[in-house]
T-cell receptor, first 119, second 112 residues
Framework: DAGVTQSPTHLIKTRGQQVTLRCSPI?????VSWYQQVLGQGPQFIFQ???????GRGNFPDRFSARQFPNYSSELNVNALLLGDSALYLC??????????????????FGDGTRLSIL | DQQVKQNSPSLSVQEGRISILNCDYT??????FLWYKKYPAEGPTFLIS?????DKNEDGRFTVFLNKSAKHLSLHIVPSQPGDSAVYFC???????????FGKGTRLSVIA
């Protein structure tokens, strides 16, 4: 079975540009979360979507937006890129809402991420 | 203020010995505690978890211990293998099933 897939793998942009990152969850998974990981830090939560609705938002500016499609895939958009947006952007999926499921045995599964570099 | 702290950025262990990775937290309102492993150019991979109502969970070579009074979580790997060399993140799930809160990670190097 395919895991969480993200595209593109790498991306180079300049300040002020806009970027769209894409994520396909594991088949059957209805919840998608986005995380930002900067060098030397752990992943930081950006958004969670479930059944096409936003269910959670982290402490990120309005330049960050996302959406989930009927097939449960998701896009993360970042406008007016800043140098500080350079990071690994991770997508994670789970069967249902939440990060671990009822018994703690349905953890989030992560994709390999998109490495975004801002020049 | 950081809720989850992994105070050791790196750890080096000989093959066959025990690796102990530590994680401290400041807030008591966490339901689940997880460990993820991350290789370069790959996403984090789930390793093992423990509920807040337990103090130990074992899965093969991996054991997670939870000390709620000390607000301390640890991962033991026995015996350590070179393939265990990776960055390990502890991730905590607050009550209410809100998003995971990650530590900064510890880079484990297992030397043959």
């Amino acid at each position: 079975d395919a895991g969480v897939t993200q595209s593109p793998t790498h991306l180079i942009k300049t300040r002020g540009q806009q970027v769209t990152l894409r994520c396909s969850p594991i088949s059957g998974h209805k919840s998608v979360s986005w995380y930002q990981q900067v060098l030397g830090q752990g992943p930081q939560f950006i958004f969670q979507y479930y059944e096409k609705e936003e269910r959670g938002r982290g402490n990120f500016p309005d330049r960050f937006s996302a959406r989930q499609f009927p097939n449960y895939s998701s896009e993360l958009n970042v406008n007016a890129l800043l140098l500080g947006d350079s990071a690994l952007y991770l997508c994670a999926s789970t069967l249902a809402l939440g990060a671990v499921g009822q018994g703690g045995d349905q953890p989030q599964h992560f994709g390999d991420g998109t490495r975004l570099s801002i020049l | 203020d950081q809720q989850v702290k992994q105070n050791s950025p790196s750890l080096s262990v000989q093959e066959g010995r025990i690796s102990i990775l530590n994680c401290d937290y400041t807030n008591s309102m966490f339901d689940y505690f997880l460990w993820y492993k991350k290789y370069p150019a790959e996403g984090p991979t789930f390793l093992i978890s423990i509920s807040s109502i337990k103090d130990k969970n074992e899965d093969g070579r991996f054991t997670v211990f939870l000390n709620k009074s000390a607000k301390h979580l640890s991962l033991h790997i026995v015996p350590s293998q070179p393939g265990d060399s990776a960055v390990y993140f502890c991730a905590l799930l607050p009550s209410g099933n809100t998003p995971l809160v990650f530590g900064k990670g510890t880079r484990l190097s297992v030397i043959a």
